[in-house]
């Protein structure tokens, strides 16, 4: 069964930058899996950053970066503000029209 | 702009079938651009994809729920739609509908989610 990993929960400083990462429970993350990112904050629908690794979507402020690290995905947030305080949630394609997210970092900034 | 809705009962029984439907205001769903997709948040927790729909009415189902999950396209209504059958408490959720990109893959759109509980 795929897992795709995610850090539980991460914090940064104000200012700071931080890079959440997405994994795989079996195998590295590459662009074929055309990685996307999401912020959730309480009650609201998800909204998408970044897609096919590294292509802001519209409105995103260039604070917010996608990236290959290594054998995973990654999404770094430079410059944190305290509106960045969400959970973030990667989502990756497997193919035969199958996505798998995964479960979420919770993002502190204090 | 396209707008997704969700509707649909907000309380079902155990063992009973779960009904909801999107629909896409402002656009059509009979595109080759995207599929139509259901995910779904359980309280307090992360997101899980559920399943997807082509304009064609080609399915493409989570393996771990294929086999309670039915979703279709009515493209005169210009909707999609979800049926998860025998629900016990675990599919409690908020659902959303959303958007997927067909080339990149992605979701650009959701649905505001509708909550779904799981009781008698």
């Known amino acids: 069964q795929t897992v795709v990993t995610q850090e539980p929960s991460f914090s940064v400083s104000p200012g700071g930058t931080v890079t959440l990462t997405c994994g795989l429970n079996?195998?590295?993350?590459?662009?074929?899996?055309?990685p996307s990112w999401f912020q959730q904050t309480p009650g609201q629908a998800p909204r998408t950053l970044i897609y096919s690794t590294s292509t802001r979507s519209s409105g995103v402020p260039d604070r917010f970066s996608g990236s290959i690290l290594g054998n995973k995905a990654a999404l770094t947030i430079a410059g944190a503000q305290a509106d960045d305080e969400s959970d973030y949630y990667c989502v990756l394609y497997m193919g035969g029209g199958i996505s798998v997210f995964g479960g979420g970092t919770k993002l502190t900034v204090l | 702009q396209l707008q997704l809705q969700e509707s649909g009962p907000g309380l079902v029984k155990p063992s009973e079938t779960l009904s909801l439907t999107c629909t896409a205001s402002?656009?059509?769903?009979?595109?080759?651009?995207?599929?139509w997709d259901w995910i779904r948040q359980p309280p307090g927790k992360g997101l899980e994809w559920i399943g997807s729909v082509y304009y064609s009415g080609s399915t493409f189902y989570n393996p771990s729920l294929k086999s309670r999950v039915t979703i279709s396209v009515d493209t005169s209504k210009n909707q999609f739609s979800l049926k998860l059958s025998s629900v016990t408490a675990a599919d409690a959720a908020v659902y959303y509908c959303?958007?997927?990109?067909?080339?990149?893959?992605?979701?650009?759109?959701w649905g505001r989610g509708t909550l779904v509980t799981v009781s008698s």
């Open positions: 959303a958007r997927r990109h067909s080339s990149h893959r992605y979701f650009d759109l």
């Open positions: 402002g656009g059509s769903v009979s595109t080759t651009s995207y599929y």
């Open positions: 079996s195998g590295s993350v590459s662009t074929n899996y055309y």
